[in-house]
């Protein structure tokens, strides 16, 4: 609901604006993400909150300019990036509070670009007061991506050829769902709780990048996405995607997503009864 909102909401990005957007991500990859791709070794990164988070000059460089294009196309909008946010976490707590953000993951999937594994991509979420309002997935090694406003539907394009809508499975009874789920990134008291739980399903794995696990759910080749770990970086513009392709996406406690959260989990699903399932299935994660 906008009633609640400090001042009415503006209309999502125009196409020209969404353009420019695609573009821009499109030159920041060619500039800075694909000629370090397999030239930047395990040596080369850095981590940040452990010894699988990594980071790189790919990562720097992209959110540098990207960050750049954005502030001059959206002067008065705030621009946080993933990389700003490990040096100053209070930037985080911004987002909520601006009526115009654009969040950015300049690499998400550093471990694979890093290790030499084509499953990267960038990450843009628009939102306004912490709810997302577009959302663009982009395969920097395809050059094609996955896009959706709120007031449009979610559609794949590329440099050639025309957009082409798409639309999240039709889901199905708990044996037969597929998914993704950051386990190894949950606490290990849910790990206890969670591991006898993932038989019941028919696959349940991690890519290691957010965009691919929901550009992948939006086009109905997995049923779901789980996480615990509430990134505002990895989830808002998926959460858009997802619920823009026809899927369900909020809080496992039934809480509307908004990158204000930091605590809790957050189910995307193929559509009302698949996540309803998969929430019955996880009750356990609603206990602290």
């Not at 790919?58 to 959110?63: G, K, M, R, S, T």
């Not at 930037?91 to 499953?119: C, K, M, Q, Y």
């Not at 957010?210 to 086009?219: D, F, G, I, K, P």
């Not at 990895?234 to 039934?254: E, F, K, N």
Request: one cysteine or more; hydrophobic letters at 45%; proline letters at 6%.
């Amino acid at each position: 609901m906008t009633d609640s909102l400090p001042i009415p909401l503006s209309a999502p990005l125009t196409p020209a604006q969404q353009t420019m957007l695609v573009n821009l991500v499109r030159r920041a990859a060619r500039a800075e993400i694909m000629p370090r791709f397999r030239t930047v070794t395990r040596a080369d990164a850095t981590t940040k909150s452990g010894p699988h988070d990594l980071v790189t000059e790919a990562d720097h460089q992209a959110e540098a300019m990207l960050a750049r294009g954005l502030q001059r196309m959206f002067p008065h909008a705030l621009i946080v990036g993933e990389e700003a946010v490990a040096a100053k976490p209070a930037l985080r707590e911004d987002v909520s509070e601006a009526e115009l953000a654009f969040i950015i993951d300049p690499v998400d999937g550093t471990w694979n670009f890093v290790h030499g594994l084509p499953l990267f991509g960038v990450i843009i979420a628009v939102t306004r007061f912490g709810r997302p309002v577009l959302g663009l997935l982009y395969d920097p090694v395809s050059d094609d991506w996955i896009i959706a406003d709120e007031a449009n539907p979610a559609r794949m394009a590329a440099v050639q050829g025309a957009e082409r809508p798409v639309r999240v499975s039709s889901g199905g009874a708990l044996s037969n769902l597929q998914g993704y789920m950051h386990y190894y990134l949950m606490t290990q008291a849910r790990q206890d709780k969670v591991a006898p739980l993932l038989p019941a399903l028919a696959r349940c794995i991690a890519l290691r990048c957010s965009c691919h696990e929901y550009r992948l759910l939006a086009q109905g080749a997995v049923d779901f996405v789980l996480s615990d770990v509430l990134n505002p970086w990895d989830h808002a513009a998926g959460v858009l995607i997802c619920q823009q392709a026809g899927g369900v996406a909020r809080m496992l406690d039934g809480r509307d997503y908004n990158t204000s959260i930091s605590k809790g989990v957050l189910l995307s699903a193929a559509n009302e009864a698949t996540w309803a399932s998969l929430k019955d299935h996880f009750a356990c994660l609603l206990d602290n």
